[in-house]
T-cell receptor, first 116, second 111 residues
Framework: DTAVSQTPKYLVTQMGNDKSIKCEQNLGHDTMYWYKQDSKKFLKIMFS???????INETVPNRFSPKSPDKAHLNLHINSLELGDSAVYFC???????????????FGPGTRLLVL | EDQVTQSPEALRLQEGESSSLNCSYTVSGLRGLFWYRQDPGKGPEFLFTLYSAGEEKEKERLKATLTKKESFLHITAPKPEDSATYLC????????????FGAGTILRVKS
């Protein structure tokens, strides 16, 4: 059973296009995240939603807009794609662990976006 | 600003040659330190969470330890299938539970 799934796995598109990436988790978690992994393999947080409410919004261009229709889904829409948007985008979800309330985040397989 | 530095950037080992990966961090009020493994073309796979200095966790050939400034991932008698990128991340109380990742250590184990 896939815990965190993303579609599509690969996305090749032209500059200026608008595209969406979808994420679904079947772990019963209430928090979901979008991370970007650039060519240097650095993973950086973009957004986080808790119970459909946006709780993290890092310094990301306005062209990126997340949407969470319910706790199990988090989508990422990107307008006017630029060459610099080429990267791997990972979705993650988390649960509360023990009395410390730290959250272990589980990642999806990633969406490889290439903008030409 | 929360910061995570991993060393070395890359490590080549012979099968059976034990070694350690380092993760040094600067964070105000550590809530958790996480180790992940990432294989090429895949998402990070969770390995360990450490909460406080002195804590240790083990899984097969891997053992993670934590001090107030750094964490080590010890690999005992590695096998070729341990080859991957190992990522360290910290979670701070501020910032909505986001993870701040290091750049990772690429481990290659040759038979």
């Amino acid at each position: 059973d896939t815990a965190v799934s993303q579609t599509p796995k690969y996305l090749v598109t032209q500059m200026g296009n608008d595209k969406s990436i979808k994420c679904e988790q079947n772990l019963g978690h209430d928090t979901m995240y979008w991370y970007k992994q650039d060519s240097k393999k650095f993973l950086k947080i973009m957004f986080s939603y808790n119970n459909k409410e946006l709780i993290i919004n890092e310094t990301v261009p306005n062209r990126f807009s997340p949407k969470s229709p319910d706790k199990a889904h988090l989508n990422l829409h990107i307008n006017s794609l630029e060459l610099g948007d080429s990267a791997v985008y990972f979705c993650a979800s988390s649960r509360v662990v023990g009395v410390h309330q730290q959250e272990t985040q589980y990642f999806g397989p990633g969406t490889r976006l290439l903008v030409l | 600003e929360d910061q995570v530095t991993q060393s070395p950037e890359a490590l080549r080992l012979q099968e059976g040659e034990s070694s350690s990966l380092n993760c040094s961090y600067t964070v105000s009020g550590l809530r958790g330190l996480f180790w992940y493994r990432q294989d090429p073309g895949k998402g990070p796979e969770f390995l360990f969470t450490l909460y406080s200095a002195g804590e240790e966790k083990e899984k097969e050939r891997l053992k993670a330890t934590l001090t107030k400034k750094e964490s080590f991932l010890h690999i005992t008698a590695p096998k070729p299938e341990d080859s991957a990128t190992y990522l360290c991340a910290v979670q701070a109380p501020l910032g909505g539970n986001k993870l701040v990742f290091g750049a990772g250590t690429i481990l290659r184990v040759k038979s």
